[in-house]
């Protein structure tokens, strides 16, 4: 241990120091000792490289630690622990970083790249991790898999412009943080992948994530418990099981999520859209969340609230209210386009449904919705939602031509859906077309 510490100090007395924009620069050759190029492992390089960056080397600049395009290495499981000297610390990689390949070269950490207490960082650059989780899938479960990149109790986060391939788990998550904002992220995974969500929300607040495209095999964003102020903006998600608030209440958990935007976001080929979903014998509450201006092409339960999700009877339930589903537009690939499945006693309340224009996406299919225990208010919706709370035997809404109030009210009359001549033709060119751009 003394003779790595007294290592590390004479590689760090060593640098090549190099400027750019009033920042010292650190680059992985700095800190590698043995120029041996068939050194197949860069972890403690690159631990030395973030002690040095994390322990305010630079003399009071801000100091930026640089993996230049071209260059791969492979390191294992990091612990990148904060708190770090200066408020401003960057890491820019524009080549790749590659974790082990086989699973039992990574010893037990919980995840890959682990921030933890870190304030003020920037994480950025055009260049690549992967995390080989396709090694993981089929051999170990999923409670054992690390994630890939973890936040936890970080702050004034930027991560921005990065690719990330096949996370053993999560590909991101954040927790115990505020102020972050993730953008131009590209989380690529197959769709069959298990448990890939692409960036997890929990217990953080003030978080962004914009102009980025997820495509993985479950949650594209989950937004989980004592999570609030939330934006998600310009995502594309697909392959993968849509945008996500929940699942919360897991266990009889006490759970809140409030105050989320989802905006401007396209589903592909999704399992589902925009999704709530909770389970029977939580309690807690999901309230003052948007979805607006939402394309779908092709995808499953563009709509979707589940409280009955993982079924089973329960007493209570997280309280789901002030839900606004806002100018949607596109093809469900599912007849049920709309599946609001409340909880009994709690109901859903306050659902407002503005603007909404989805077809099938098979030809000639009318669509239809599902609503149980929902107080749904409609302006302009393509698909009638007919929602009688008091019936718990209720059938799906095409057989009941009349709502009931006041569990179904509609502020203007319903357009009928849309007879299969008057479907947009627009969207199969462009379904197309987007599969071959992929
Ligand atoms: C380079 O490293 C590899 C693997 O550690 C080792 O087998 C090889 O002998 C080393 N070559 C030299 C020239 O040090
Ligand atoms: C949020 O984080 C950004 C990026 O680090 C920073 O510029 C901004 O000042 C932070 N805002 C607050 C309120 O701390
Ligand atoms: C989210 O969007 C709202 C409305 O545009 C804005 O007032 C708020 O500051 C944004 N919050 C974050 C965390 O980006």
Redesign the pocket.
């Known amino acids: 241990m003394g003779f790595e510490i007294l290592l590390s100090v004479l590689l760090i007395a060593s640098y090549h120091l190099q400027y750019g924009n009033g920042r010292m620069i650190l680059t992985m050759k700095d800190f590698i000792s043995d120029s041996n190029s068939t050194n197949v492992d860069h972890s403690q390089a690159f631990q030395n490289a973030w002690r040095a960056l994390c322990g305010g080397k630079g003399k009071g600049r801000a100091a930026s630690f640089v993996i230049h395009a071209h260059e791969t290495y492979t390191i294992q499981p990091q612990l990148l622990q904060g708190p770090c000297i200066s408020p401003n610390i960057q890491i820019q990689i524009d080549g790749t970083i590659e974790a082990p390949k086989m699973a039992k070269d990574w010893g037990t950490s919980e995840c890959w790249l682990c921030f933890e207490k870190v304030t003020g960082l920037v994480l950025t650059g055009s260049g690549v991790l992967n995390t080989h989780g396709e090694n993981w899938w089929s051999s170990v479960g999923f409670s054992s898999r690390p994630e890939a990149v973890r936040f936890f109790d970080c702050h004034n986060i930027l991560y921005n412009g990065l690719t990330q391939i096949n996370s053993p788990r999560n590909h991101i998550s954040m927790f115990d943080c505020t102020n972050a904002t993730l953008s131009n992220l590209h989380l690529n995974a197959p769709e069959n992948s298990p448990n890939t969500d692409g960036i997890d929300i929990s217990h953080s607040q003030?978080?962004?994530v914009l102009s980025s495209t997820i495509k993985t095999g479950d949650d594209c964003v989950a937004i989980k418990g004592a999570s609030y102020?939330?934006?998600i903006t310009y995502v594309t998600c697909g392959p993968g099981h849509g945008i996500s608030i929940g699942s919360l209440g897991q266990g009889g958990a006490s759970e809140e999520v409030q105050n989320v935007?989802v905006r401007h976001c396209t589903f592909s080929g999704t399992q589902n859209g925009a999704r709530i979903k909770t389970w029977p014998g939580g309690r807690g509450f999901v309230k003052n969340i948007l979805y607006e201006d939402i394309t779908l092409i092709n995808a499953n339960f563009p709509i979707i609230i589940d409280q009955q999700y993982h079924q089973s009877s329960q007493a209570t339930a997280v309280k789901v209210s002030d839900v606004t589903f806002k100018s949607f537009k596109g093809t469900s690939a599912d007849a049920t386009a709309i599946k609001l499945d409340c909880d009994p006693t709690t109901g859903c309340d306050n659902i407002v449904m503005d603007h909404i224009n989805i077809v099938s996406s098979s030809p000639r299919t009318p669509l239809t919705s599902y609503c149980k225990f929902a107080h749904v208010i409609s302006r302009v919706v393509s698909i009638h939602i007919d929602c009688d709370f008091r019936n718990e035997d209720s059938q799906p809404a095409s057989s009941h031509p009349q709502p009931s109030a006041p569990y179904a009210i509609s502020s203007t009359p319903h357009t009928q859906p849309p007879a299969p001549t008057t479907q947009p033709p627009l969207f199969f060119p462009f379904y197309t077309n987007f599969n071959a751009f992929l």
């Open positions: 003030n978080i962004q102020d939330i934006n935007n």
